[in-house]
């Protein structure tokens, strides 16, 4: 009798199709005598509109706002029709979903009338695309005759501190009473439904888990039910060698270490954000990305131990697109201590992440990748808080480079795969721009110009031969 | 102070004797403020004074009744809402079933601010990885030492003076009462069923004993050494538990015969915590006698290093609040000067 929580993404709730699709998985798993935890997202978009509206209404009016919460409706009941058949259910779902966007159209006026948003506020409004995600999947089991019952992560036990936006469980608090509600559910085989992504303060407080979102909370319900897996269901195989886009021949990675999946968090959306690996690290529990669309299919494995060691030195390479880098020169910086930190500080302050930094033992200079969207930003601060201060002689940029990332845990201490990896790009004519790896040794990050990139990739692909894993 | 049964009585007895002292010695000055106990409270927002104290103790039941202070129906959560306080005192009942009230006297106090010296071992047996965490998030004290050895300081003596060390494994006889039985099976080949009689007629035993003699008070107290010293997130249910209750005279003879005897012997260690009767040698520094306790600590460098004391009674309790009171005070201070 195992015990896992599956979470299932935006797409796989887009349509009643994929909903009553994934109800079928459910149900299998059931079948299977398997104690199954699920973990929904909002409806694909939903979020987005949310952020948006949320942003908006401070300078809408009224008519406006009920225009968006009408048409909110209008989608999600329309999936409902889609997605269950009983009309009873239909009904009841129905009433929850009308209830419920009442709510949040109460919320929306407030902020409408006060005329700001808090980061409180915004979480609260946030938390509603799941909450009205989650009893759509709920009627679709109770539709197939499955026992089951729904929950918002308040309600289903999480706690976190009080930072809104990005906030963190307080682990013990969440295992303490995630297990009192939870557990006794999954005895007597029902399936807890929970909304993922929205967690609440000691106090009750909304709150949103940030970038770890939805997969966040699948970890850390299994983490305080100590589940035997996860199972993050997507629109893809699993995590794949590189960007198929790319290379025809790219192949899905059938396991991957925490370390390495960690590293993946470059892929974007189809992998998982590093924060959300974080609990299931520790309590060192398996996680499986798998498609909805072929759950024939095992997917990529995550997990530390003997079935993830594998001989493969390098098992993925991926490009990032959209980057540009700045070089920051100035004798002054030789041998003083602080300059980088300035640096780094006038880019922090303006909210910039910097992607990728490197720096000779000359000192003399420093060369950062950024997004290109904030290229401009970034040079114009860096110019009139640096230059002519002493420090910086000279800031110049180039914007059309991307980065590729060759990533594996077997990289680790093993000789000579930086050559090999250079080598391969110099048969190709093709100049390093920029380089940069670091002490983890799973990673090495490298710049060319953005015309060469997808060569570049090809021809690594094909070095390690990473259409054979 | 939530509670006023024997441990807070005795926290108020303490407080009235030493008040002076302790205000010269340590320069350590409480003010009860409230009393919140079952049927009332009497709450003064200026401090009580040590004769006052005494006067709503020997008064007795319910202490609301107070003409001056008394607020009949005014709850522990209200009074912990409501009134200003730095500290409190948590001395309800025992309770592991759910750990009510005490658990949300508890977390209540966290989420107001205010630090917890309890003697409780309900809250801490069933959550005690939460409740830490919480109190670390909320930034106030959790202090607890009168659970475990009762006066005896067997978790400070753990974490302070076995600090740079580390402590491989902890054993001990950590229930008085099950002591007693077992020594009077031992010693005077009393029956078990009689020997409980004794306990009870003693007032060692509750008349309701399974709190004691199946190991719950052992498992509690195994909690929270396993949590506080060893740092293993465990709760009451991760310990493997046997009472004493199918402890026969015959065993204990046979026992003796090998130089040993049987106790019920709490035990943490890398394969996990239980609560079982164990043979040990009669020549062992834990083998103690009576209601004593004793505890040994397995240590990585320093060897094996056992304390024994008395494991309960309401003055010594009493006196294991007064030293958390005591701590969080250095504890406050060394924050205001860093």
């Excluded at chain 1, 303490?176 to 929205?198: A, C, D, F, M, N």
């Excluded at chain 1, 003083?336 to 922090?348: L, Q």
């Excluded at chain 1, 420093?366 to 290109?372: C, T, V």
């Excluded at chain 1, 002689?393 to 250079?422: P, Q």
Aim: net charge neutral; charged share 25%; hydrophobic share 45%.
């Amino acid at each position: 009798m195992k015990k896992i929580v599956m979470k299932f993404g935006g797409t796989s709730v887009a349509t009643g199709e994929n909903i009553r699709q994934v109800a079928s998985i459910i149900a299998d798993s059931v079948k299977k005598d398997r104690r199954v935890v699920v973990v929904v997202s909002a409806l694909a978009g939903v979020t987005n509109q949310l952020v948006e509206e949320a942003e908006q209404a401070k300078k809408k009016d009224e008519k406006q706002i009920q225009e968006f919460t009408e048409k909110l409706i209008e989608k999600h009941v329309a999936t409902v029709m889609e997605a269950i058949d009983n009309k009873s259910i239909q009904k009841e779902v129905e009433l929850i979903i009308k209830k419920t966007v009442g709510e949040l159209e109460k919320v929306l006026t407030g902020i409408c009338y006060v005329g700001e948003i808090t980061p409180k506020s915004r979480d609260y409004v946030l938390s509603f695309g799941e909450r009205l995600a989650a009893p759509i999947i709920w009627g679709a089991l109770r539709d197939i005759k499955l026992q089951t019952q729904c929950f918002t992560g308040k309600e289903a036990g999480i706690v976190t501190d009080e930072n809104f936006g990005e906030a963190r469980p307080l682990m013990n608090v969440t295992t303490h009473q995630v297990k009192g509600r939870l557990e006794s559910l999954l005895e007597k085989k029902i399936v807890p439904v929970v909304t993922g992504y929205i967690a609440a303060t000691q106090d009750g407080v909304v709150t949103t888990l940030g970038r770890g979102g939805s997969d966040y909370t699948a970890t850390v319900l299994s983490v305080a039910l100590s589940s035997d897996e996860v199972w993050i269901w997507t629109d893809v195989d699993g995590i794949m060698t590189t960007d198929p886009k790319i290379v025809q021949s790219a192949k899905m990675l059938p396991q991957l270490s925490y370390g390495e999946a960690s590293e993946m968090a470059i892929f974007g959306a189809k992998a998982m954000h590093p924060s959300a690996l974080e609990p299931v690290i520790e309590a060192n529990i398996p996680v499986r990305i798998r498609n909805v669309f072929n759950p024939q299919n095992q997917g990529t494995l995550i997990a530390d131990g003997e079935e993830t060691k594998s001989t493969e030195v390098v098992k993925a390479v991926a490009l990032i697109r959209d980057v540009a880098m700045i070089n920051i020169r100035g004798a002054a910086m030789v041998g003083a201590p602080g300059s980088y930190s300035k640096v780094f500080d006038v880019i922090g302050k303006n909210n910039i992440n910097i992607m990728m930094v490197s720096a000779a033992v000359s000192e003399g200079n420093i060369s950062l990748i950024i997004r290109r969207n904030l290229l401009g930003r970034a040079l114009s601060t860096l110019g009139i808080v640096l230059i002519g201060r002493g420090v910086i002689n000279e800031i110049t940029s180039e914007d059309d480079v991307c980065v590729i990332a060759v990533m594996g845990a077997n990289m680790k201490g093993t000789l000579g795969v930086a050559s090999r990896i250079f080598t391969t790009v110099a048969q190709k004519g093709i100049n390093i721009r920029m380089i940069a790896q670091g002490s983890s040794e799973l990673n090495v990050s490298f710049v060319v110009k953005e015309k060469d990139g997808a060569a570049v990739v090809r021809a690594i692909h094909e070095e390690f031969k990473l259409d054979q894993i | 102070m939530v509670g006023f049964g024997v441990v807070g009585k005795g926290v108020a007895t303490i407080l009235a004797r030493r008040y002076a002292e302790k205000v010269k010695g340590y320069g350590f000055n409480p003010k009860v403020v409230a009393i919140a106990d079952i049927d009332g409270t009497v709450v003064n927002p200026r401090g009580f004074k040590p004769e006052k104290l005494e006067a709503i103790k020997q008064r007795g039941y319910p202490i609301s009744a107070d003409p001056d202070f008394g607020h009949p129906g005014m709850s522990a959560l209200e009074v912990i809402d409501s009134v200003e306080a730095e500290v409190v005192v948590e001395v309800t009942p025992v309770n592991i079933k759910d750990a009510e009230p005490a658990l949300s006297h508890i977390t209540r106090a966290f989420k107001t601010g205010k630090h917890i010296v309890t003697t409780n071992k309900g809250p801490l047996a069933l959550a005690m990885p939460a409740l830490t965490e919480l109190a670390d998030y909320n930034n106030v004290y959790l202090r607890f030492s009168g659970t475990v050895g009762g006066g005896t300081p067997m978790l400070e003596f753990a974490k302070r003076c076995l600090a740079g060390d580390k402590i491989l494994a902890i054993k001990g006889i950590l229930n008085g009462t099950t002591n007693y039985i077992l020594t009077e099976m031992s010693q005077n080949r009393v029956a078990f069923q009689k020997a409980l009689k004794n306990a009870q007629n003693l007032g060692y035993a509750e008349r309701e004993p399974s709190m004691d003699i199946d190991g719950f008070d052992t498992a509690c107290k195994v909690v929270i050494l396993a949590n506080w010293i060893l740092n293993k997130k465990i709760t009451l249910k991760d310990v493997s538990r046997t009472g004493i209750r199918n402890v026969s005279l015959q065993a204990l003879d046979k026992a003796s015969k090998r130089g040993n005897t049987i106790k019920l012997i709490g035990s943490i260690n890398g394969e996990g915590a239980t609560v079982k009767p164990t043979e040990i040698p009669k020549n062992n520094a834990l083998c103690v006698s009576g209601v004593l306790n004793a505890v040994t600590f397995f240590t990585e460098f320093a060897g094996e290093q056992t304390l024994v004391g008395r494991g309960a009674g309401g003055m010594e309790t009493a006196s294991a609040v007064l030293r958390d009171l005591l701590d969080i005070r250095h504890k406050l201070a060394s924050k205001v000067f860093t």
